[in-house]
């Protein structure tokens, strides 16, 4: 076994790598672009070395700075993850050349399986069912029009190289054919270098499963079964599980044998998935399936592979590139219960899937029997623009898919996550789908019920705007009265505008994504009033437990929710939901007399701490204009509008009323 790994990848990869390694006794060194310097993996990993700027192209996916770093680290292996490198055969030769291990298939079992064209072609000549298509070599738009008549629409145009949907569209006409060639041409060139394309059947209802292969340098090779990747989106796997639903012991053994045969075809060795295509127009059951792919690395999926079966894959990656035999034969593998996995994404499914950054300022992953969470960040992390934007993956087992859906549903609402938009409600609603729960899925689930599973909110929930009040205003009576002091919800206690003979109020102000809205808080001597927009909620008995734990009776029901208080906004998690509210500078009374002008006056009796503009000044709206402080804290007033400042009234330490004239913004 090798004595050192360096781990030519990042965040989730590298973690999870650096687990197994450590549980063998293997040193981890971990390499790291400029925008990784402080990343999980460098800090979890024995050693890291740099190898240049935050770019991929100009840091992981430079193999020369790979081979060095290992050389600098004592390396003798490199696990290249899934991703970057994995798939390059001209890094694998390097390894090899430098006399370093490459932990994956030799760099001519990955040649043979980087070209779609030429895969499907040795896998035809092996024996393993192959989509009706074209797969030969010509580009001649006559040939490919041949062909796709031929075929019969509607067809699917494919890149040869590459994956990922790039370079795919589907053609359902004769006459969409030319322009989609010179598209998906066009956009695998940019992708891939490489602008040739291919022409296949297109398949109205297919579902996506793949078996899991694992071959050694002594001739063994096993599959450990299979997994299901159907729920997709633009070509990207969402959910996957094992094993597939509904899939028949006897159409299970044809893809494992189809599997087998195609990884002895190309003198496979280490881990790879062989991933089929099954056309369930008909139904599950004698459907017909086809060779799609082979990924000639592990895959972001294994985990629920690892469930089922019992074993560790990089531990079986890393046994087989040491020169041992598979740990087990076909017949000691078998399936135990169900797994599921979801990808956690920083994006935001209502928006087109947007990817998302901003710093983690709440990470606390779901936990208990038959969970398990890979991720490559940690809570106070940043999500930024370089790289992928998947947080973790959620991963749970259980008896049977009943006990791992439950399981799923509980992990999702026990997952906290803040700071940035997440797919979290998406995947909460997927799991929930009847579709989803009787395992009828195909690849088209996403588009066929988007307006189901995709949540959008034009306003903020009204429970979670009230529990954020509620932790927003205990945390500061908290802080306004001595242990022992008495009920928070007195007039004398809350700071408040308390006026004698009429009630005490205050106003919070928000942003939910671009809308602006202001609650008004009513205090009394029992409860408190937060009215905004067309809801009121009466609040009892609020209070925080630590710094990040709210509690409050709504409307006569006790909620609960965490929270995440911090100066630009308050973040508020509850059963799989997060709310974010930025805190935007309360708002001064304004009387508009056109133009965009206004009398700015003081919202609450108070002392002005600090005058930020000068008379003849001018100012933009939102601008902050002058400071109070009523009851220990102080409120900005910003301007409602842009314009000048005209007659200023307003003097530090003056003592002012509520609604006395502070300036006047002309």
Known sequence: MFDTLLIANRGEIACRIIRTARRLGIRTL?????ADANALHV??????????????RESYLRGDRILSAAKRGGASAIHPGYGFLSENAEFAEACAAAGVCFVGPPADAIRSMGLKHAAKQRMEAAGVPVIPGFHGESQDPTTLAQAANQIGFPVLVKAVAGGGGKGMRRVDAPDQLEAAITSAAREAKAAFGDARILIERCLDRPRHIEVQVFADAHGHVVHLFERDCSLQRRHQKVVEEAPAPGLAPDMRAAMGEAAIRASRAIGYRGAGTVEFIVDVSNGLEGAPFYFMEMNTRLQVEHPVTEFVTGTDLVE????VAAGEPLPATQDDLAITGHAIEVRVYAEDPARKYLPQTGTLVRHRPASGEGVRV????AEGDTISHHYDPMISKLIVHGCDRDTALRRLRGALEDYEIAGVVTNQALLRHIVDHPVFVRGDVDTGFLDTHASEVIPVEAEAPAELVALACAAILAARS??????????PFSPWAVPDAFRLNEDGLDTLSFRFRKHDFDVVAHFTAEAITLEWGRHAVVVRDARVDGADRVSAVLDGVRRT???VDTDAAIHVIQRGRTLRLDRIAARANVDDDGAGGGVIRAPMPGRVTAVLVAEGERVRQGQALVQLEAMKMEHTL??????????L??????????????????
């Open 638 to 647: 910003a301007a409602a509008a842009s314009g000048r400042v005209g007659q």
């Open 561 to 563: 929710a965490s929270f």
């Open 478 to 487: 908290a802080r306004a009265i001595p242990q022992g002091g008495k009920d």
């Open 316 to 319: 079986w990656q890393l046994r």
């Open 374 to 377: 890979d991720s490559g960040v």
């Open 649 to 666: 009234s307003a003097v530090v330490g003056q003592q002012v009323e509520e609604g006395a004239t502070l300036l006047v913004i002309e």
């Open 30 to 34: 971990a390499v790291y672009s400029d």
């Open 43 to 56: 800090r979890e990993a024995d050693d890291a070395l740099p190898i240049g700027p935050a770019p991929a």
